[in-house]
């Protein structure tokens, strides 16, 4: 697969912890598993292309965060047409995607890329504010102030959405 | 009503996610991938040079032989009078994701193929192999015209497959006559007046349609749109390119956007002289929903095609998939959705007791005609969920690997 030594063996490594957090990345970014699974293959494609530039270790593991962020804005942005017909379920059997229903998935998809990133980083993958700069290649100032706003802008679509049920429970109940 | 509590419902979903595991393929897979990284830049390379020859070499000429084909009819036909009746079950070897019917089969994707069922026995015929993008091999989408079958390769999520193509099938000889290299992330596919549109779901691919000559099988100068085109359409004398914000009207014997409709919201049909789809954007007339914000489905919009305004709406709850034929709008309805919104806690599964509905209606009068079909199970919460053509009416299950067919009985 490679004529240098060393790649195929630390890429098997890496595959073998990094590999499933780097979906849920994919998936938290864009709502959907199997466009996670998509995004952290093609990481780890890119990852395989680049690894002679490589720093280290850690540096690897940044790039396929860094790598899925920037890949999750256009994958989401067909994503989008789907979660806005999906009201509260996937697609089992072609694309199971359980956990597309949520509120909360709906609402992230629909934040600006930067804030949803923000948000996925820090509240959902766990990183520092540092480490989310450093994946977003941006200030920590500016991590948290779009953390910030995301979150404000969550909770303000979800309260929504609560409204919305709540009406719509009503007019069921009054027919 | 006390505020929702955001970092709750973000832990609710971080444990969900935590609960699942990538597939186990996952490392075979990308093994895959890196054997064939040595040829990418070679056929990236060879791509380019053949996309960017055609595009020289194709122009003017080939523009004026389109000019001169005949479109579809316009206004659709007569409503066709009788009951749907489910007639067949059709169970297949494998989940499929895109099906069109049309040259007296149902065509479908999946697994990286082009599966034929004839029409007459309701039996697969033909599995033509293609690589394809996609979850599961189900490609991008498929479009009759020209004496051909055209496929597109799909996305992958993302905009790196370096053989993005457009598929001509011989339906005659069931097998891939070409193989026509295109920009990244080629999805929806339309033909009209000679030319084989389609649109891409790649950053490379935002703002333009690919046209491909059908005769030659060479790309033209591709169109200028506005960003993020999804459903590509034909109907009405026009190619329709919808985004979230604005659908453009595009001449196709001239190939220039004519007209740009705000707002659009969606659309995902042509026919019955209206453009259909289930929600409208903005705080028009529609009042449902809103660009950036999370909205309620409950209807069928019928969207005027001159003004891009909501003229009626259809109150068909989770109606998510749609296609016009036999002179109505046919509507498969999602029953398995719970009519609101679910939190934290609660069940996000399908309920499968609940099969979906099919409802057909009128563009004359914008009413439901007679009585909606019960469907045998439960349909995907997609919008690619049902086909017309050739008077038969074909449904898909939720597992995508049973088709059901409808037709009219006097």
Known sequence: MDPRPGRDGELSRLFEV???????????????????????????????????????????????????????????????????????????????????????????????????????????????????AAVLGVSTGSVKSQTHKGLRLLEAALAERDDQAHQHAQEVNER | MSPPNVEEQ????????????????????LQRRLRREPTRRAVLVAGLVLAVLAVAVAPGLLARRAAEQPLGPIGGTPVVPGDPVVTARIRLDRPVGYFAVGFGAIWATGQDALVRIDLRTNR?????????GGSQGGGGSIAFGEGAVWVTSGDVGVNFRPDAVV?????????????????????????????????????PGEGF?????????????????????????????????????????IDPRRGTVT?????????????????????????????????????????????????????????????????????TLWVVQNTSSPPTSLGPGSSDK???TRPGRLYRIDPTTNRVLGRPLTLP???????????????????????????TRIELVP
């Open chain 2, 259 to 327: 007209q740009l409709g705000h707002p659009a919201g969606n659309i995902w049909e042509v026919g019955g002289g209206a453009l259909w789809g289930t929600y409208a954007n903005g705080t028009d007339d529609s009042g449902v929903q809103r660009v950036d914000g999370v909205q309620r489905v409950d209807g069928v919009q019928r969207v005027d095609p001159d003004t891009g305004r909501v003229l009626a709406r259809i109150p068909i709850p989770h109606g998510l998939s749609m296609a016009f034929g036999l002179g």
């Open chain 2, 209 to 249: 349609v690919t046209r491909i000559d059908a005769r030659t099988n060479k790309l033209l100068p591709p169109i200028q749109v506005p960003t993020f085109p999804g459903p590509i359409r034909s109907g009405l004398d026009a190619v329709w390119v919808v985004d979230w914000r604005t659908f453009a009207r």
């Open chain 2, 124 to 132: 697969v015929v033909a599995i033509i192999p293609m690589r394809l």
């Open chain 2, 10 to 29: 973000l832990r609710a979903l971080r444990e969900q996610a935590l609960g699942r595991e990538p597939e186990p393929d996952a490392w075979p897979r």
């Open chain 2, 167 to 203: 598929y001509r099938v011989d339906p005659a000889a069931n097998r891939v006559t070409a193989s026509i290299p295109v920009p990244a992330g080629p999805i929806e596919v339309v033909v009209a007046a000679g030319t084989v549109w389609v649109t891409h779901d790649a950053d």
């Open chain 2, 350 to 352: 399908p309920d499968r």
């Open chain 1, 18 to 132: 990094h590999y499933p957090d780097t979906v849920r990345l994919g998936f938290y970014l864009t709502g959907s598993w199997a466009v996670g699974e998509d995004l952290a293959q093609e990481a780890f494609v890119r990852l395989w292309r680049r690894w002679g530039r490589l720093r280290d270790h850690a540096a690897a593991v940044g790039y396929l965060r860094t790598t899925v962020v920037n890949l999750s804005r256009s994958a989401l942005r067909r994503r989008l047409l789907e979660l806005r017909h999906q009201p509260t379920i996937g697609e089992a059997g072609h694309d199971t995607d359980l956990v597309a229903g949520l509120d909360v998935q709906r609402a992230l998809a629909a934040l600006p890329a930067r804030k949803r990133a923000c948000v996925v980083l820090r509240h959902l993958v766990d990183l520092s504010v540092e480490e989310t």
């Open chain 2, 377 to 403: 199970r439960i349909v995907p919460a997609s919008y690619f969920g049902v086909a017309v053509g050739e008077g038969t009416v074909v449904v898909k299950d939720i597992d995508g690997r049973t088709l």
